[in-house]
């Protein structure tokens, strides 16, 4: 049997609760033990940990390993060691079996490898704020955060995931829970790991909050960076006067190559005065978002989600918003679209109304030289009513408000002007306009509503007779004397 199995009471081969069988004992704490072993029933290796035997005389002690218990089991997050039975063992020690994991926690990580990596220390930082959301949306304060309890797993794919460990001298707050554990906590007693002790937990870990884990979330981040906590001296009363009154060490000095803002976020994790650190964990994971890498936005989300769901504020301070080019762009377009007008709209317009007026123009030049060649050679034909009758047409299609031009003192909305045209409704004054003798090929004229709508004349059409320039005027006189027999 080696020492580690004398200290802690269980060696390989041991049946515990007799489904455990032990494989090896994986460590030992000051008050609890923590063995590998195999349920015997399902094949299955668990971690099983239980206390010392010593330590089952104190009630405090024991009130602590039940707490974990329940607090652990409470903790849905994946980024917790999960719980999966509980019991007592034959000579009494309470224990709790718990998923195996492989892997080393972070202070063997510090050990082993130095500082990390900006992005891999802010995406650890980051899961392990995962498991404290829920853990504070649940009323509960872990207040022994440190490097050891954050245990990185390796699963299957390579995959690494941070597990928080050991909510032994965690604390409720906001609602009692049965066995009196918001109550069990002396206002004497030191809890915690003095290094990532924040102010208030120094004076009483009584009337800590869950701030107090976020001064050790800074603790951690620092010191994963810069290889060391902020805080070292030689003696408890040193360190305690440093925690209380001393400034870090600026994390440049450690790290040059820090990114403009980051060590901001470190500090005010570590204001002494809780009300100007950050409020929540969803808070610091919001401002650590700009330095986190792709994959940890995952965890920011679910951060996020779970502050809002318990109803705690999670508030984006300015520099936790990372640059996003494809949402600048979009929203660019955007206001392009219903803010203004584009840039080709409003060339558009001008060039319709510019070409609108040269075609009226043109229309009314035309229609001047029309007038002037029939008054000249004294002959009627159809083709300068059909010219007009084209230019109109073109205008209307032309120019964004039409002007109408007028060929004839107040023409019927729509006239098929062909000559010898027998017109119905005689009473207008334009039945013996010159238009009406018209003779040539049938063309169909649109021409501006009047005032008052009325029904639209069709003009029955005689066969095309040849115009003579010379007989032009005989047609038109007798053209006129039928029309008016017919009247009467």
Known sequence: MSNQEQLAGAREGDVLA???RVDKVLGIGGMGVVVAAHHIHLDDR?????LLPETLGNSDAVMRFAREARAAVKIKSEHVAR?????TMENGAPYMVMEY????????????????????????ILQAC????????????????????LFVARLPGGVESVKVLDFGISKLTGFSASGGESSATKTSALMGSPLYMSPEQMRSSKD??????LWAIGVILYELLSGAPPFLAESMPELVLKIMEATPTPLGQARPDAPDGLEA???RCLERDRNRRYQTVGDLAAALSAFAPRKARASIERITQVMQAAGMSANLPALSLPANRDSERVGTSTTAAFGKTSPGTNRTKPALLLVGAVVAVGAVVALALGRGHGQGSGATSASPNAELSATQLAVSAAAPTPTPVHLTPAPEPEI????????????????SAPSTAVTGTSRKVQAPAPARPRPAVVAKVAPPVEAHPAAAPAPKKASENSLIDDRQ
Do not use: M
Request: aromatic share 6%; no cysteine; glycine share 6%.
């Open 83 to 87: 719980v999966t039975d509980v019991g």
């Open 265 to 267: 976020v470190i500090l």
């Open 416 to 431: 098929e002007a062909p000559a010898l045209a027998t017109a119905t409704a005689s009473a207008s004054p334009s039945a």
């Open 208 to 213: 800590v909050d869950t701030r107090s884990d």
């Open 18 to 20: 007799g489904k455990y």
């Open 46 to 50: 668990v971690a099983i940990k239980f």
């Open 130 to 149: 995962e498991a404290l959301a829920e853990a504070h949306a649940l009323g509960i304060v872990h207040r022994d955060l440190k490097p050891a309890n």
């Open 101 to 124: 994991l492989e892997g080393s926690d972070l202070s063997a990580w510090l050990k082993e490898r130095g500082r990390l990596p900006f992005e891999l220390a802010i995406d650890f």
